[in-house]
T-cell receptor, first 114, second 112 residues
């Protein structure tokens, strides 16, 4: 079974530029998560989708971050304009809807904002 | 806001030693998971515990969920260099939205 795919793996941009990340979850997984992980810290949930609807985006900086999940499958996360403090690894995870709650993570995209 | 504090934050030990990592919160969780993350990769699930007082073993790793479902511990017996990594606990809330709160992380280094 294919895992969660993310691209690109690395991205370097200057502050005030825009950037987009892509995630393809495991087939059949209804729930998709985007996390931000600052170096050495635990992941922080940015947004959670159930199929193509948003369940939780309370920690998403909506003035600069946006996300969508196309047809309940793939998802993109965009930052515009980027700030220095956005430098982090952006992780995508997916899980089946149900009490198992087991998340499967992609390898992440490491963003460096200069 | 639910928070999960892990301790210690960093741990460097010799091969063969035992260690325990703690994950504490003032909130109740419906389930709690432990992950290990290696550099350049996403976290990988080690175990899920769902019942208060539950103990699960995975080879040399023993996981325990607190009776009140507010805390958990991970004990590693006879640590090996391959155990090196960032250990993360994650708690699922009781609201039924499958939302996870991750702990602050414990970075373990096992020296040969």
């Amino acid at each position: 079974e294919a895992g969660v795919a993310q691209s690109p793996r690395y991205k370097i941009i200057e502050k005030r530029q825009s950037v987009a990340f892509w995630c393809n979850p495991i087939s059949g997984h209804a729930t998709l998560y985007w996390y931000q992980q600052i170096l050495g810290q635990g992941p922080k949930l940015l947004i959670q989708f159930q199929n193509n609807g948003v369940v939780d985006d309370s920690q998403l900086p909506k003035d600069r971050f946006s996300a969508e999940r196309l047809k309940g499958v793939d998802s993109t996360l965009k930052i515009q304009p980027a700030k220095l403090e956005d430098s982090a690894v952006y992780l995508c995870a997916s899980s089946e809807a149900g009490p198992s709650y087991e998340q499967y993570f992609g390898p992440g995209t490491r963003l460096t904002v200069t | 806001t639910q928070l999960l504090e892990q301790s210690p934050q960093f741990l460097s030990i010799q091969e063969g030693e035992n260690l325990t990592v703690y994950c504490n919160s003032s909130s109740v969780f419906s389930s709690l998971q432990w992950y290990r993350q290696e550099p350049g990769e996403g976290p990988v699930l080690l175990v899920t515990v769902v019942t208060g007082g539950e103990v699960k073993k995975l080879k040399r790793l023993t996981f325990q969920f607190g009776d009140a479902r507010k805390d958990s511990s991970l004990h590693i017996t006879a640590a090996q260099p391959g155990d090196t990594g960032l250990y993360l606990c994650a708690g699922a809330g009781t609201s039924g939205t499958y939302k996870y709160i991750f702990g602050t992380g414990t970075r373990l280094k096992v020296l040969a």
